[in-house]
């Protein structure tokens, strides 16, 4: 760890290469899928992202934890996600609430109400829906941009922190249930973070996440053009080190799912063909003209959503 790298301008300029599992901190690794780019900079981050190239993907052959090599330091990665393009994100805020609605169901399949923490909120849809739906709700984003969009969204049915987990400052011990969708592949320290999550719960409090699946169908049959392979993915669980890494933070894990993420058909076709899904770059042409490119289907990515409990 340590090791300065230096990259173009815009990107993240300081980090290390890992030399040890950020799960097990094991150093027999592995590499699991050599590099195509992956320099992670403001094009490369969230839905706008113009750049779909990763860094190289190694895996732990002690735990089977897979994860990307590149790890950018905490402050610059702050700074990245402060300042992220949400303009495609933004767009597609219809299907964001369906899929909110799906996570609020899967959530309430555990447990149906009290105080909720939904950690990387982005612009508040779930929150949304689960004030709405009696829950008392907070959120924590780190973009201002994203974190101003659910304070308008939720309009004074709850709290809305612009900050990172660290920096919000949450009380332990406060909450019923904690959410974290489509966030644990992002942090540094899955572990340290996961750990931190699971002391704000109250002792038989929940825990969920949703994460990128490495041992999906989809991922083993895409291959390196597996749209969930990103430069800002750092971390790829499975369901065995995901659970590993839960048992690791004191948590008791009770269930996995899997959840479709809702989309425009245009959003759908543009995502492969940036991955180069034969095919997609066609479609996604034909359907600008017409109608259809603004459905709404719901696609299954290659994720996997946990549910655990604080003993
Ligand atoms: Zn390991």
Redesign the pocket.
């Given at each position: 760890m340590g090791e300065r790298v230096t990259l173009e301008q815009g990107t993240v300029t300081t980090g290390s290469s890992l030399q040890r599992?950020?799960?097990?901190?094991?150093s027999d690794i592995e590499v699991h899928l050599e590099a195509t780019g992956g320099a992670l900079a403001h094009d490369a981050l969230g839905s706008s992202r113009t750049d779909v190239g990763h860094g190289k993907v190694l895996r732990?052959?002690?735990?089977?934890?897979v994860f990307s090599e590149f790890r950018p330091a905490d402050e610059e990665l702050h700074t990245l996600y402060r300042e992220m393009n949400p303009t495609v994100y933004e767009k597609e805020a219809q299907g964001r609430l369906k899929t909110a609605q799906r996570h609020l169901k899967m959530v309430q399949r555990h447990i149906v109400g009290g105080r909720l923490v939904d950690v990387g909120c982005a612009s508040g849809s779930f929150l949304k829906v689960a004030a709405e739906a009696g829950w008392t709700v907070t959120g924590v984003e780190p973009s201002e941009t994203l974190a101003n969009y659910a304070k308008k969204l939720l309009d004074g049915r709850g709290d809305v922190h612009c900050a990172t987990l660290q920096q919000a400052k949450l009380q332990p011990q406060s909450f019923d249930a904690l959410t974290l969708f489509d966030v644990l592949e992002h942090v540094t320290d899955p572990l340290a973070f996961l750990t931190e999550c699971a002391s704000l719960l109250k002792p038989g409090g929940y825990l969920f996440a949703n994460v990128p699946d490495i041992s999906s169908l989809q991922a083993r049959v895409l291959g390196s053009r597996w749209p969930l392979l990103l430069a800002e993915h750092l971390n790829y669980f499975d369901r065995t080190?995901l659970k590993r890494c839960g048992d690791a933070a004191g948590l008791r894990w009770i269930a996995f799912d899997r959840r479709p993420a809702s989309f425009t058909v245009e959003y759908v076709l543009y995502r492969l063909s940036q991955h180069g899904i034969p095919g997609s770059s066609l479609g996604h042409r034909m359907v600008q003209e017409n109608s259809l490119g603004s459905m709404c289907i719901p696609v299954y990515l290659g994720e996997t959503f946990a549910a655990w409990v604080r003993a």
């Open positions: 599992c950020p799960l097990c901190a094991g732990c052959r002690g735990c089977g934890f080190t």
